[in-house]
T-cell receptor
Framework: DGGITQSPKYLFRKEGQNVTLSCEQN?????MYWYRQDPGQGLRLIYY???????QKGDIAEGYSVSREKKESFPLTVTSAQKNPTAFYLC?????????????FGEGSRLTVL | AQRVTQPEKLLSVFKGAPVELKCNYS??????LFWYVQYSRQRLQLLLR??SRESIKGFTADLNKGETSFHLKKPFAQEEDSAMYYC??????????FGQGTRLTINP
């Protein structure tokens, strides 16, 4: 079953702790993305990666970090430096050269900071 | 800066009535715009893109460069159209900039 898998679906963390959200895709897509979804603010881009071992900051990268060691995987770490981390996080992938703008999304991960 | 604005957070219409979800953009250059939809308990997915000039599930959207708009329309709403709708603009070859979203509710 092809697609994008995000885990965990729900995550709770205490203030001051780092947490890593997993995103795996078996679509053989080159590009991967992390968005943050907040009510009334739409989706805001955190980081994106066009190829393995390369990634760029999006509009709200502060307090987040990523890696792209494998084509299939693009984990997001929410660090303790992120001031308001409670949110819904969406991972996506695409083939920008042939289908620019068409993103395939995961089911999302909801992070709650206690 | 490129920006996408959806002025309505919530929109409620009756079944069978026409629907129009508004989207305005600011972009220097030739814009490429999209509508994404998220049905309840489903993933966010692409609904349509302006360059395809297609109708998907009865929805159409026309790019109006003079008014910098890309409104989504359907002549007769159905209950299954209830969902969250996002307008988006592609920036460069990779980045997709989303609007704030409009929650559409179709009343029976």
């Amino acid at each position: 079953d092809g697609g994008i898998t995000q885990s965990p679906k729900y995550l709770f963390r205490k203030e001051g702790q780092n947490v890593t959200l997993s995103c795996e895709q078996n679509l053989n897509h080159d590009a991967m993305y992390w968005y943050r979804q907040d009510p009334g603010q739409g989706l805001r881009l955190i980081y994106y990666s066009q190829i393995v071992n390369d990634f760029q900051k999006g509009d709200i990268a502060e307090g987040y970090s990523v890696s792209r060691e494998k084509k299939e995987s693009f984990p997001l770490t929410v660090t303790s430096a992120q001031k308001n981390p409670t949110a819904f996080y969406l991972c996506a992938s695409s083939i920008p050269r042939s289908r620019p703008g068409e993103l395939f999304f995961g089911e999302g991960s909801r992070l709650t900071v206690l | 800066a490129q920006r996408v604005t959806q002025p309505e957070k919530l929109l409620s219409v009756f079944k069978g009535a026409p629907v129009e979800l508004k989207c305005n953009y600011s972009y220097s250059g030739s814009p490429e715009l999209f509508w994404y939809v998220q049905y309840s308990r489903q993933r966010l997915q692409l609904l349509l893109r302006h360059i395809s000039r297609e109708s998907i599930k009865g929805f159409t959207a026309d790019l109006n460069k003079g008014e910098t708009s890309f409104h989504l329309k359907k002549p007769f709403a159905q209950e299954e159209d209830s969902a969250m709708y996002y307008c988006a603009l592609i920036q460069g070859a990779q980045k997709l900039v989303f609007g704030q979203g409009t929650r559409l509710t179709i009343n029976p």
